[in-house]
């Protein structure tokens, strides 16, 4: 029985030893070695053995962990002390010291938090969206794009559902459909210009935060990806030459320390301008890549050499002001296209903005000048929305009232019936009075459907007939400069659209059918309130909207039916019940009814 008991003493504390040394090197855990969760982190702690330089991080709380998620959080050394050993009552009275064991690791446990053994919760961002999700799902859940999607490929003509190896024969059906549209108008007679420069891709942010920037490269990766599947770019549009704009141009639009602020990012590794307008070593290059193209861009629409551009440009612009970088914007490039065409030329330009965010640095650039018609259309929310600006009653100063007109939507989910509607009674009428020699249109395509800031339902048809009512403006002179826009596939598609219509296609559907929502026209006619007082031609537009908004108000209250008032309940004594007001009692009671002599 003694050696039988010491040799299960043996094999106990091997057991025990084998357990500690476990303990020892952590990072072989459940998740091997130390792995990291990607860029969001819900805390930090680094490895306790030194040999290894990792840490272990993606650790959260248990209720961060969904409920559809099974979660093991035992660990391996908790395991073993649950495989109990079997002991004689006489190696009970001759080994006290295993016990002595168990205590040290009761001792050992009595430290144990749960929350540094629990498995990491790794999450992946949509490329699509960039919104996080758990590694277990295989689809957004705010957007419905694959995990591994190939948008970055194809474009929006990649599936959101099947990942990139399920893609070929998908490519090869849509390349054979683009072949013969490509082959019908080639690059030499092509009238439509692209400018682009991949050196613009360089500008990211470097400081990995715990969500990905909306203003990141694949934006433009996105749209060219799509255009280039389609047959468009290259194939029917033709490039122009990228350069840098000058300073001298540039100080036409900004003050010398804006530019000088721009500049020294070169020098810097990463910087703010903003907390969230970032820039790093490339992104005074791509600043002034950006704006040369469209400068360039604005030049060969006015001189003839293009009917029409698309400048795929980023970083955006409309925010940039005088003296200021925000908003992810650095230089105003449709304010630089604006001066470049006068130059070129033009006497008039009209600047379109459809971007959901106001343009506040170009109203800003253009509040004192006639001979630029500024025109925004943008949710505003009575000032909630960013960036604040951008009120019905903001037109213009010093001379230049009229010359800016807001249309600023009162809430989210603005769709293509409400910026048709007022395409056709407020930017289209001024327009037509104003003149233009050039329209330049700010493309924002983040009021489009299912962008993650907009939280607006604007479709690629909807962009494309903007575009085709925009296209009789100024004998078709047109350049669409890229603005914001964060959802891939809908900027991409919107873009692809847009294009479309420059290259001389139709929309797909017509929308003259659809009447706005009842906020949408109530926005339109406070801003036909406003600018009827600059621009007569809005006159009769006014009345009509006026009655037209009577008659739905009319018809609204017509199948409302009338609320019946509640007579107060009379309550009669309980005495009367057995007096002479006992018939009274009874009738307020309502045991008694009363007929009239009609009945």
């Not at 490895?47 to 035992?74: F, M």
């Not at 659209?497 to 926005?523: F, N, Q, W, Y």
Request: net charge negative; glycine share 8%; aromatic share 6%.
């Amino acid at each position: 029985m003694v050696s039988e008991a010491l040799q299960k003493r043996v094999n106990g504390e091997a057991e025990v030893n084998l357990q500690k040394q476990g303990e020892q090197h952590p990072c072989h855990s459940l998740n091997g070695r130390c792995g990291k969760s990607g860029s969001e982190r819900k805390s930090v702690r680094s490895c306790p053995d030194d040999s290894c330089r990792e840490d272990n991080t993606g650790v959260a709380s248990y209720k961060d962990v969904p409920s559809s998620v099974d979660i093991d959080v035992q660990p391996d050394s908790l395991r073993k002390t649950r495989k109990q050993r079997e002991i004689s009552f006489q190696d009970m009275c001759n080994n006290v010291d295993i016990f002595d064991d168990g205590d040290e690791d009761d001792e050992d446990d009595s430290d144990w938090e749960p929350l540094q053994k629990l498995r990491e919760i790794v999450k992946w961002f949509c490329t699509n969206c960039t919104m996080a999700n758990l590694d277990v799902a295989v689809h957004c859940d705010s957007c419905g794009e694959h995990k591994e999607s190939a948008i970055l490929k194809h474009g929006f003509f990649a599936p959101s559902f099947v990942q990139d190896s399920n893609l070929l024969k998908t490519e090869l059906e849509m390349k054979r459909t683009d072949k013969a549209m490509v082959s019908q108008v080639s690059t030499s007679n092509s009238s439509t210009a692209i400018g682009f420069d991949e050196r613009m891709l360089l500008h990211s942010e470097v400081e990995m935060k715990s969500h990905p920037h909306p203003e990141r490269p694949d934006r433009l990766r996105a749209i060219a990806a799509s255009l280039a599947t389609a047959g468009i770019f290259p194939g029917r549009c033709y490039p122009i030459p990228a350069r840098e704009i000058t300073k001298e141009e540039l100080e036409m639009v900004h003050s010398p320390e804006n530019i000088q602020a721009v500049e020294v990012t070169s020098n810097v590794i990463s910087c703010y301008f903003t907390p969230d307008t970032y820039a790093n070593k490339h992104s005074a290059q791509a600043a002034r890549l950006a704006a040369g193209l469209c400068a360039d861009l604005a030049s060969e629409i006015v001189s003839g050499r293009a009917k029409n551009g698309f400048a795929l440009v980023r970083p955006p612009g409309h925010h940039a002001g005088v003296k200021q970088a925000m908003g992810f914007c650095l230089h105003n490039n449709a304010a630089v296209s604006a001066l470049a065409a006068q130059a070129a030329g033009a006497k008039k330009v009209l600047i379109v903005d459809w971007d959901v965010h106001h343009g506040n640095g170009t109203q800003e650039i253009f509040e004192q000048n006639k001979s630029v018609l500024y025109i925004s259309l943008h949710r505003h929310e009575f000032g909630r929305f960013y960036p604040g600006t951008g009120a019905a009653d903001e037109v213009g100063t010093m001379g230049a009232e009229g010359y800016c007109v807001n249309v600023p939507w009162s809430q989210s989910g603005v769709g293509d019936n409400d910026y048709i509607f007022a395409f056709k009674q407020v930017v289209l009428p001024i327009a037509s009075a104003f003149a233009p020699d050039l329209t330049i249109i700010s493309a924002g395509f983040d009021a489009a459907r299912g962008d993650p800031l907009g939280m607006c339902d604007v479709t690629p048809t909807g962009y494309a007939q903007m575009t085709q009512l925009l296209n009789t403006v100024s004998g078709g002179k047109l350049l669409v400069i890229l603005e914001g826009g964060y959802n891939l596939r809908s900027i991409s598609s919107s873009a692809t659209a847009v294009i479309k219509v420059l290259l001389g296609e139709s929309p797909e559907c017509d929308l003259d059918d659809h009447l706005p929502s009842r906020a949408g026209m109530k926005t339109v006619l406070d801003v036909l309130a406003i600018q009827k007082n600059f621009w007569p031609v809005l006159e009769s537009s006014f009345s009509k909207l006026q009655s037209l908004l009577e008659i739905f108000a009319t018809e609204r209250r017509g199948k409302v039916k009338p609320c019946k008032q509640r007579r107060r309940a009379v309550v009669a004594p309980i005495c009367w019940q057995w007096g002479r007001k006992r018939l009274l009692y009874h009738l307020l009671k309502g045991q008694i009814r009363v007929r009239s002599k009609g009945c």
